[in-house]
Structures are given as C-alpha cells and as structure tokens.
C-alpha cells in the first residue's frame, strides 16, 4: 500500500533536504517511491505562471493530482510543497486518501540564514514582495499528523518521526 507524505511548510525550512532524505529511507525499505517537488514541477510544466493566488492554488491542484496518481499506482509520492493556503492542503488530503501532512516549522531568522534560493535577500532589499511566511501569506497547518522543528533537529531525527508516523497510521 502506499500514501502521500505532504511536506508543508515556508521556504528555506527544510522540505527539499527532507524530502530527499526521504526518498532515500523509503527506497532502502523497499518502497517505491518518488518526490514531487514543487520548485521543479513549475519550473518544468508552466514556468510563467507566477505566484498570485490562482497560480499558487492551480500548482498545488496540479501537484496533488499527480500525488493521487502516484499513490493509487503503489507509489509513494513525498511531496516538497510551501502550499500556503490550509484549504489546498485539505483538499489534497480528502482527494488523496492515505495521507501525512508534514509541517516544517523553522524561525525566519534560521530561513533567513539558509536562504538557498536567495529570495529572503531580495525580500530584505525591497526587490520582492509577498514572499511566503516573510511578508506574504502562509496559513500555519491546524492538524498536521506531524510538526518537526527543522531548526531544532538533524535531517535523520526528522526522516525517523515521518517513518515512525506511517508506522503508527499503519501505512508502513
């Protein structure tokens, strides 16, 4: 059986790294599985789309499908997504089913210090505005099956509570 591990959280909090932690844990336990990244997925289908609401909100429709594919085919999908909006995150685990969402809850400061993309540098200077859990909106999970504080613990403590989360939930 498989499911949908949904790695929530701003940018900069760890769930590229994470999920490819991830990945790697599953494949050595047998489980066929793949990430779907955010970043790359709009890099590669529809790089012009932009970052208003509806972008934001057609994305994260277009990655959850792709998890619901995935998973209903033995996959497990790990999915790297900031997903702002509690709604989408909702919507992703009615249509999905066997579901994990994970929140990467990290300080602005130590987001700010890891910075991968640069983009809190630019928001500092002015050069972008509404950027996700800096000056733009990010509604914090309600009930996620799991809260890690990424500034707090190492990539394999945090590998460790998601795989211990599937056990729990009986996915794995």
């Given at each position: 059986m498989s499911f949908?591990?949904?790695?929530?959280?701003?940018s900069g909090a760890g769930k590229t790294t994470l999920a490819r932690a991830l990945l790697n844990k599953l494949k050595?336990?047998?489980?066929?599985?793949?990430?779907?990244?955010?970043?790359?997925?709009?890099?590669?289908?529809?790089?012009?789309?932009?970052?208003?609401k509806e972008a934001r909100e057609l994305h994260n429709r277009?990655?959850?499908?792709?998890a619901k594919l995935l998973s209903r085919n033995?996959?497990?999908?790990?999915?790297?997504?900031?997903?702002?909006?509690?709604?989408?995150?909702?919507?992703?685990?009615?249509e999905t089913g066997r579901f994990i969402e994970v929140y990467l809850?990290?300080?602005l400061e130590r987001r700010i210090e890891r910075d991968p993309?640069?983009?809190?540098?630019?928001?500092l200077k002015g050069e972008i505005k509404?950027?996700?859990?800096?000056?733009?909106?990010?509604e914090e999970p309600e009930n996620p099956e799991l809260v890690l504080?990424?500034?707090?613990?190492s990539v394999s403590d945090e590998v460790e509570a998601v795989i211990g989360k599937a056990r729990e939930l009986g996915y794995i």
């Open positions: 949908v591990v949904w790695l929530t959280g701003p050595e336990m047998g489980f066929r599985a793949e990430i779907l990244d955010g970043d790359e997925i709009r890099k590669r289908l529809y790089p012009d789309i932009g970052f208003s277009v990655v959850i499908h792709m033995g996959v497990v999908a790990v999915v790297s997504l900031i997903s702002p909006f509690r709604h989408v995150r909702e919507l992703a685990r009615k809850r990290c300080s993309k640069g983009l809190y540098a630019r928001a509404g950027l996700t859990g800096y000056d733009g909106v990010y504080d990424t500034d707090r613990m």
